[in-house]
């Protein structure tokens, strides 16, 4: 999604931001797929998937309320378990 909206360049930096260790890459657990699975049926109308949901997911298990996302529409609709709503960051422009 990155590469198709924002260009090549915004994806190398993405990923470089990986490799240096300034975004953290977690693997989902059962746990997780299981609050995926929840966020998905109670966002059908929406059409939620799994990236999206993982992303809501995660950033309930780690407490975290910012968000960094090219799709504001989905997140400003989810209402977390954790916090009242998220803060979206910008777009990597």
């Known amino acids: 999604m990155i590469e ?7 994806e190398s930096a993405f990923v ?3 490799a240096a260790g300034q975004i953290t890459v977690i693997d989902l657990t059962t746990v997780l797929y299981q609050r995926c699975a929840q ?4 966002y059908h109308d929406l059409g939620l998937g ?5 992303l809501i997911a995660a950033a309930e298990q780690h407490d ?9 529409r989905d997140f400003t609709v989810v209402r977390p378990a954790h916090v009242e709503a998220f803060e979206l960051l910008p777009g990597l422009t």
């Open 4 to 10: 198709s909206r924002l260009g090549p360049a915004a």
């Open 16 to 18: 470089a931001a990986i």
């Open 39 to 42: 966020l998905i049926d109670t």
């Open 50 to 54: 799994l990236v999206d949901s993982s």
């Open 64 to 72: 975290q309320s910012r968000i960094a996302t090219l799709n504001r």
